[in-house]
């Protein structure tokens, strides 16, 4: 049984799939099996007369499955579709694959490695990376699985519909333990969830570490208003559309942001010089997720 809104769509679909075609397939043998035994060799059907107005049958027995087949498509690509957009005010969590484990960081501060504990019924956005090879975060029971890659962001988003534990895996072949690469998602009321990231090891919240890096590397220095450097103000810049100066627009997601930490050179933003240096090397990816963090809270320069 699936156990989230994903599952529920996903299952429905697959399921309509397997009748659909099941039935399909029983019908065509059926129909091969009915002419093969009634026109077999030596028996007395009619073979005098060749149907003459059979244009209509024709038509029905072409369109009526094709006209089934692609409302099937149209069903699957909304699911799809739906499943590659999540919703506004899904909760972030940010995952990063290292071999042979799953790291787990949430917004507010608290760290898992290979749990991850997410609220009922609330949608929950993974934004995910690898430190080294192609791992696949998989949870079977939500019906959500998606690659992770070094050197860039892929998303995964669900709404948990049961209470409960339910198995992570790592579904790409990502080196020798790479069957070992299993945890667990922990499915929890939203009441017990906040008492939950309450109760961890008091840590600074990521944006809280974010706004440190943000001083320390010098971020302030060019970004600020008043800075004699000019740089693109970074004021409430998550979701903003960015111009750039080849004419490009970006929207400024964790994808963007964290390109323009690592190559600055490929996103020169619209009335800008092509002044930032590269940050590459100098971050880590939890770096770039407090920066991320940091830089996606409203805010303004005082
Ligand atoms: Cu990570 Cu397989």
Redesign the pocket.
Known sequence: MSASTTGVQTDALFIAMVLLCGGMALLLAGIIVFFAVRYRAGSSANRERPPSHANGLEAAWTLLPLLLFLGVFAWAAWVYVGQRQPPADALPVYVT?K??MWKLQHPGGRREINELHVPLGQPVRLVMTSED?I??FYVPAFRVKQDVLPGRYSYLWFTATRLGDFRLF??????SE?SA?VGRVVVMQPADYARWLQAGPAEPGLAERGARLYREHGCSGCHDAGSIVRAPSLDNIFGRTVHLQDGRERRADETYLRDAMLLPAQDIVAGYAPQMPTYAGQLSEEDIQALIAFLSQPRATP
Do not use: D
């Not at 790592?170 to 080196?175: D, K, L, Q």
């Open positions: 694959g071999q042979w090879a791992h696949s790592c579904a790409e072949y990502c080196g790479h690469m």
